[in-house]
């Protein structure tokens, strides 16, 4: 923290529930950083525009958008984590490590990153993505479950 705070004073996050927001806000929220420093910008704004002119690459990168992104990946946490019963040695084993990992990473970051900048969020992504996937998963599975005992109730009326 204290050579964060000499090399860019103002930028480094003392307190780890500052950390907390910042690498939420940075895997959720935040639209594409391009640079922390003006170094660059110059050189990359043209590049910078033409990267998001298209949709796709700024797509829920608002405040609703990241909401529902956010509460996908903990949901997918939470379900993960409850359905881990259910698998055998090799699938706990596998469950196991992703959230070891995750939780390592994240860990991590909280701890040795006091600079909110964007990239430095860039090796929880996987994690995030996999953890989102698992909750949607989830959703998918129990939608289909819904519309697959609505048509074996009409099948039997």
Not at 101 to 117: C, E, Q, R, T, Y
Not at 127 to 140: D, K, P, R, S
């Amino acid at each position: 923290y204290q050579m964060a705070l000499a090399l860019q004073p103002g930028q480094a996050l003392p307190a780890l529930q500052h950390r907390l927001a910042a690498l939420v806000v940075n895997l959720f929220l935040s639209p594409p950083a391009f640079a922390e420093s003006a170094n660059y910008q110059a050189n990359t704004a043209e590049l910078e525009h033409q990267y998001l002119q298209n949709p796709l690459h700024h797509l829920m990168r608002n405040i609703p958008g990241g909401a529902v992104l956010f509460i996908l990946a903990l949901f997918g946490i939470v379900s993960g984590l409850l359905q881990m019963h259910n698998l055998d040695r090799a699938g706990k084993r596998r469950h196991i490590l992703l959230y070891s990992a995750g939780g390592l990473v994240f860990a991590g970051l909280l701890i040795a990153v006091p600079l909110s900048w964007q990239r430095y969020v860039i090796p929880a992504t996987p994690f995030v993505c996999l953890w989102m996937a698992c909750g949607l998963n989830t959703l998918l599975l129990a939608f289909k479950n819904c519309v697959d005992s609505n048509k074996a109730r009409q099948v039997h009326h």
